[in-house]
């Protein structure tokens, strides 16, 4: 038996052994882990870059491409993108009576530097000709092949001019001169001719884009680069990239505003219903079936022709407030079914043993945990919503002119589809990658934000 | 050791399943891609079965005489006593035929009149004896006189009453001055029509031919109870065809109408309106297809026309397009400076050429078209139109002055009306902006549809519209009294006492010099009340098929016009 010892030492209080309990990381809310997981997924955080640069693109992009949307730049209609600029300054035009200023050479001639302005051209007389018919082509003449678009015609056989300003473009164009009998008849004689047209404009309408401030400074003969458009421009010579910003505000106000709207109604709407249970639940959610099962179109349709929009107003209010009205059950589902869960939960009992209100026990407790859901709907919902502006402004029951918005422009550019595709492809394009954009995000944050979703890893 | 032997043997196992698995993943991925391959293939047969059965004809069916063409819209309906429209023209031209009608080369020929008189006082019409209905009966004298009095009821409103007006009595029974039966036209016998004037006219001829002249008869007009013209079996055919199905929204057919009198004259046996379309690249593709004999080019579809070396032929169908004016009390377009300050602030020279870029379009300058008959030559070149070339200047001092004399600060927003067409919806976007730039004035577009908007035009509620007027009769008068202020048709409202009485005189003198002067001086009025814009004469440049041949192409009377038309063999 050893005798043992103790001294004083023995029974002084352990230290806290504190290396054990220390927590070794940063305690992390909610909130915070669900930002790391979402940096965590590539897919999400990129997507989340374009969304911020959509974003930027609508509110801080109109500030440095300052171009008017409406702005109608007549001298370059349906340019692509990258198109030459370079313009030679002429007088406005005048008619002309037919006399030429520089000789012909045999057959058909040019009068006058063919420029987009017009192209003058005289003709010396075709054998037996009663009279002449003139076309333009793409391609040259070739005995045989039709002679292309007729300009004009005429049975007077001493009329030997004509003046084309049609839609002149700076290219090659060849004009043919065919006799014809007295029958109207292609008499077989034709004359052809190669015209180079060279892009000119006058100092009105260089004043009129904003190109030089006064008309009075430039004068007949002046190089001018007509105005820079980085993605072309539209039908009406509309510089595509200034209404694409134009149409991203009314695309992403509408596609924001509504989903907000109608998030919040849903929540307060589940949550009252999920909340009451019962009867009260009952009536609610079958009133919510109701509202699901109402035709949208029809309801959008019938809706703007009772708010009784004017000629020339734009649909936007009509078309927030029948998205509000018709999309807010998915939203008012999800939350109710969340809140019935909730309200058997532990916590809400005690919180309801220590007195909490209803609002409290809602607000404080029910609410909060339905957070996740409620964004992650939120997010889906964004895109289905620019959706629905981009198809209702396509069949025209959205914006009116000349506010431009995302679906207009592609309802505009489907026309010339086929000769000047640009003018579909942007709009189209950024319809495309904003949807994708919100629909990745939504993805993500699902992942981030749900709890099962964690659990199950 | 053991575990390890096992957990070897696991991993053997694990690499033979997975080997298992891909075998039959892609076995599975095969049956599924030849599954998805044979139900595309027997969809494929279903849809080209369904296509062979009640699918749309070929543009040419050579076999049984028939071709396939399009209309831009439907007609509203086709009771011949209120049609007012193109299209309905243009249908009616082919099932219908009244006393005179156009031939192939646009010259009056007799129709449903065998011969006729005409001198300063009436008119006698001899009908023919084999001209019948389309249910074998003889159209009578008695026909056309109760159409008469029907297009100028007051009941039935017809739009085109005053078309009617020439006949002793038309606008006194059109305003219910006098009973129908004291119109001046009478059935003599079954087959002799007399028509007394209200004063000497030139052109009655010409009239005879127009769609609101057609002939009804009383009986079949009764017991339609007030759905003539609604559909196929609710009319009566007098012309070269008859429509044997109309599927409203969707087709027509038009069949050879057996008991038409000249049956030498119709070669094809049957026109199918296949499609019902006013866009123009689905028209574009539905040629390309070979699915229709004909259409228009755009000025989007020229290049590809062009590339596709197709034969394009151009014709000036004779319509003018212009803005008009509300010269309703109360509306700021009825100040004359206002008017003046539009006119002068736009240039239909850039609007033809560079905006709607049309192929075939020409400026407008007055409203009587190039195509019109003067004395000796055109009266276009016997009495050039005064043009208001673009001045901002001048624009913006008759804009403050209309300010000033209607006592506004600043102009309410127009409505600007215009029907909901890509030539339109480009035109009104031009306006827009250009009345924005060179005026500061805010344009409200408001796109209607065809019916919507000639109601929203009928019934004033515009500021400007986008409006067009088509010949009815080879004669200026057709478009002069379209501003005679008892005219239905003049929308705006635009009256005045000068104007009517050039309109007088143009409808009584029997001489031509009188009456050209009457229309120079109209076109002078027009010109200096700024009643219209001119925007531009309407031209077409359109492709047919190689095939088809003797499309006529007219500017007065139903145009389109296959009436002639033959398949090449």
Known sequence: MTEAAFTADDFQPAAAAHSAQAASRPSLSYWQDAWIRLKANRRALSSLYLVIGLLLFTLIGPLIWTVDPSLQDLEQISQPPGADRNAVVVAPHSPWNGVARQPLGGGLGLAEPPTTQSVRLAWEPLPDAAGYRLYRNLFPYEPGQPLGLPLFATFNADRRHFEDRLDLKPRTYHYSVAGLDAQGEVTGAVRSLEVAVARVVTAQDAQDIGLVADAGQLSPGDRIKLRAHPLGTDYLGRDLLARLMAGARVSLFIGIAAPLLFIAFGVIYGAAAGFLGGLADQALMRFSDFVVALPFLLFMILLRVASGVQPGESGITPMVLAMVLLSWPAAARLVRGQILQIREEGYVSAARLLGGSAPYLVLRHMIPNTLGVILVTMTFAVPTAIFTEAFLSFIGMGVAPPTPSWGSMCNEGIKTMLTTPHELIFPALFISVTVLAFNLLGDGLRDALDARMRSAE | ?569
């Not at chain 2, 052109?203 to 002249?213: G, I, Q, R, S, V």
């Not at chain 2, 195509?371 to 016997?382: C, I, N, P």
Request: proline share 5%.
């Open chain 2, 1 to 569: 050791m053991s575990l390890t032997v096992a957990q070897a043997s696991d991993r053997r196992g694990d690499a033979a399943f997975n080997r298992s698995a891909a075998r039959q993943l892609g076995l599975f991925g095969l049956a599924t891609l030849i599954g998805l391959a044979a139900l595309m293939w027997g969809l494929n047969l279903l849809a080209s079965l369904t296509a062979t059965a009640g699918g749309a004809p070929p543009a040419v069916d050579a076999a049984n005489n028939a071709i396939t063409v399009m209309l831009a819209e439907e007609p509203p309906q086709l009771d011949s006593t209120r049609a007012t429209d193109q299209v309905s023209g243009l249908v009616l031209g082919h099932v219908m035929e009244g006393l005179l009608r156009y031939d192939q080369r646009g010259e009056l020929a007799p129709g449903v009149a065998e011969h006729w008189r005409i001198d300063e006082t009436g008119a006698t019409f001899r009908l023919r004896a084999d001209a019948r209905w389309s249910d074998g009966q003889p159209i009578t004298a008695h026909d056309f006189v109760f159409a008469w009095r029907l297009g100028l009821d007051p009941a039935n409103a017809s739009q085109y009453a005053f078309i009617l007006y020439p006949i002793k009595n038309g606008e006194a029974v059109n305003q219910g001055r006098l009973p129908l039966t004291e119109l001046g036209a009478r059935a003599v016998d079954a087959r002799t029509l007399e028509v007394a004037f209200e004063r000497p006219i030139a052109f009655f001829d010409k009239l005879t031919a127009f769609a609101t002249y057609l002939p009804v008869r009383e009986d079949f007009y009764r017991a339609a109870e007030g759905r003539y013209g609604a559909g196929a079996d609710q009319l009566l055919y007098s012309g070269p065809f008859a429509i044997t199905s109309w599927v409203h929204g969707q087709s027509l057919q038009l069949d050879r109408n057996p008991h038409y009198w000249d049956q030498a004259r119709v070669r094809l046996d049957r026109i199918s309106v296949g499609y019902i379309t006013s866009d123009p690249n689905t028209r574009l593709n539905l040629f390309k297809d070979e699915k229709i004999v004909m259409t228009g080019l755009t000025a989007e579809n020229l290049n590809s026309a062009l590339e596709q070396r197709w034969r394009i032929h151009r014709f000036m169908d004779g319509s003018i397009f212009y803005l008009e004016f509300n010269h309703r009390e109360g509306r700021p377009t009825r100040n004359l400076n206002f008017r003046k300050a539009l006119a002068l602030a736009q240039d239909s020279g850039e609007l033809v050429y560079k905006v709607t870029k049309a192929p075939g379009y020409l400026p407008g300058e007055s409203l009587f078209p190039r195509f019109l008959d003067g004395v000796h030559g055109k009266f276009r070149d016997e009495h050039p139109a005064r043009v208001r070339q673009m001045d901002l200047r001048a624009a913006r001092a008759h804009l403050r002055q209309a300010r000033q004399e209607l006592g506004l600060d600043e102009f309410p927003p127009l409505v600007l009306l215009a029907g909901d067409n890509p030539v339109s919806n480009v035109q009104t976007e031009y306006f827009q902006a250009v009345f924005k730039r060179n005026l500061g004035l805010d344009i409200k577009i408001d796109r209607q549809i065809f019916k919507q908007r000639l109601a929203k035009m009928t019934a004033g509620d515009f500021d400007l519209v986008l409006a067009g007027w088509g010949p009815d009769y080879n004669d200026p008068l057709t478009f002069g009294d379209l501003f005679a202020s008892w005219n239905l048709n003049n929308r705006g409202r635009y009256a005045s006492a000068a104007y009517d009485r050039q309109v007088r005189i143009a409808q009584g003198a029997m001489d031509a010099p009188t009456r050209m002067a009457a229309f120079a001086e109209m076109q002078r009025i027009i010109h200096e009340d700024v009643v219209i814009i001119p925007n531009y004469e309407r031209g077409v440049a359109y492709v047919t098929h190689p095939r088809v041949k003797g499309i006529v192409r007219r500017v007065v009377g139903a145009d389109t016009d296959y009436t002639y038309a033959w398949i090449d063999p």
